[in-house]
T-cell receptor
Framework: SQTIHQWPATLVQPVGSPLSLECTVE??????LYWYRQAAGRGLQLLFY??????ISSEVPQNLSASRPQDRQFILSSKKLLLSDSGFYLC???????????????FGAGSRLTVL | GQSLEQPSEVTAVEGAIVQINCTYQ??????LSWYQQHDGGAPTFLSY????GLEETGRFSSFLSRSDSYGYLLLQELQMKDSASYFC?????????FGSGTKLNVKP
């Protein structure tokens, strides 16, 4: 079965410090991978998605970047964090559901970032 | 662009039926999905409608009218564990777009 791992689960970082969040998927090959951010009480904002190694599409201009060095690894980074970067970061991958025909997003457990 | 509108909050009592509406505007449409998210957790997939009509999955049903750009999620026999946020989601060329979410409060 497929599983998705995301870490760290929680982190508190000072303004101006770097960031690295990592996500790996097991049990599948060539998944589409996504990074979302969720502010408290809000919906999910798509940050980046990737359809293959080295292929990154950015949805929102900001001080974040993403990389996909391996097929099942997706990394979210920042060189200098801002206060506005605080939020709940979610990695996800999608699959086609054999039951419904839908493209279904499966999320990692999330990383809660607080920038002070 | 993509725009999905949902009510921000709904309250209902245990055992009741509740309907969460979603209206959308998209530049391309490949179906409407619903996700559930409990506080502090990650969203999980509930249902998907590609065509007009009602899809039923246990206590949950989802409806779509493509001509009206409208859908809803119907939750029956509400249980306390149904207290969560519910998101309608559209999909278009590798991008999943989420509504702002509806917080459902189930009271005893």
């Amino acid at each position: 079965s497929q599983t998705i791992h995301q870490w760290p689960a929680t982190l508190v970082q000072p303004v101006g410090s770097p960031l690295s969040l990592e996500c790996t998927v097991e049990g599948t090959s060539n998944p589409n991978l996504y990074w979302y951010r969720q502010a408290a009480g809000r919906g999910l904002q798509l940050l980046f998605y990737s359809v293959g190694i080295g292929q990154i599409s950015s949805e929102v201009p900001q001080n974040l970047s993403a990389s996909r060095p391996q097929d099942r690894q997706f990394i979210l980074s920042s060189k200098k964090l801002l206060l506005s970067d605080s939020g709940f970061y979610l990695c996800a991958w999608d699959r086609d559901s054999l039951l419904s025909g839908a493209n279904v997003l499966t999320f990692g457990a999330g990383s809660r970032l607080t920038v002070l | 662009g993509q725009s999905l509108e949902q009510p921000s909050e709904v309250t209902a009592v245990e055992g009741a039926i509740v309907q969460i509406n979603c209206t959308y505007q998209t530049s391309g449409f490949y179906g409407l999905s619903w996700y559930q998210q409990h506080d502090g957790g990650a969203p999980t997939f509930l249902s998907y409608n590609a065509l007009d009509g009602l899809e039923e999955t246990g206590r949950f049903s989802s409806f779509l009218s493509r001509s009206d750009s409208y859908g809803y999620l119907l939750l029956q026999e509400l249980q306390m564990k149904d207290s969560a946020s519910y998101f309608c989601v559209t999909y278009n060329f590798n991008k999943f777009y989420f509504g702002s979410g509806t917080k459902l409060n189930v009271k005893p």
